[in-house]
């Protein structure tokens, strides 16, 4: 199957950073639990941002939402490669965008670029690199089952 004419197809989707879309930097937390780095930081040093995770998850979701009902029937895409610069700190309640654009297709592969950015003013939050694989959705849940 050529997937050639997926070059040049972008998302966009406008969200606010919730809670479940932070962690916690310089303080412990309990979900999921983990400890500082710092070991002399306390709770009360603790400040929640939005997480890495979370902008890898927006880009990725942006990107698999831009390339709906453009796929053969019975297909879907599923993760392969992601390469992450986390750039700007962002509290809960911060209005962002999520964008991306397929730069490159090379079989089955499909490279996206995206990135998320600070409505109110343009600065980029965070950049990413992923590739997605077109795979037979059937023959892939036969194979993790």
């Given at each position: 199957?050529?997937?050639?004419s997926?070059?040049?197809?972008?998302?966009?989707?406008?969200?606010?950073?919730?809670?479940?879309?932070?962690?916690?930097?310089?303080g412990?937390?309990?979900?999921?639990?983990?400890?500082?780095?710092?070991?002399?930081?306390?709770?009360?040093?603790?400040?929640?941002?939005?997480g890495?995770?979370?902008?890898?998850?927006?880009?990725?979701?942006?990107?698999?939402?831009?390339?709906?009902?453009?796929?053969?029937?019975?297909?879907?895409?599923?993760?392969?490669?992601?390469?992450?610069?986390?750039?700007?700190?962002?509290?809960?309640?911060?209005?962002?965008?999520?964008?991306?654009?397929?730069?490159?297709?090379?079989?089955?592969?499909?490279?996206?670029?995206?990135?998320?950015?600070?409505?109110?003013?343009?600065?980029?939050?965070?950049?990413?690199?992923?590739?997605?694989?077109?795979?037979?959705?059937?023959?892939?849940?036969?194979?993790?089952?």
């Amino acid at each position: 199957m050529d997937y050639t004419s997926l070059v040049g197809t972008t998302g966009r989707r406008e969200f606010v950073v919730e809670r479940s879309h932070t962690t916690n930097c310089f303080g412990p937390q309990d979900d999921p639990p983990l400890q500082s780095a710092a070991a002399d930081a306390g709770p009360e040093e603790s400040v929640r941002v939005f997480g890495t995770p979370a902008l890898l998850a927006w880009v990725e979701f942006t990107g698999r939402r831009s390339l709906r009902g453009l796929l053969p029937e019975g297909m879907g895409c599923a993760g392969e490669y992601a390469s992450v610069s986390h750039r700007l700190a962002v509290p809960e309640g911060v209005s962002l965008v999520a964008e991306t654009e397929v730069v490159a297709v090379e079989g089955s592969r499909l490279s996206l670029e995206g990135g998320v950015t600070r409505e109110a003013d343009g600065d980029t939050v965070g950049t990413v690199e992923t590739d997605f694989r077109v795979v037979d959705r059937d023959a892939f849940r036969e194979r993790v089952a």
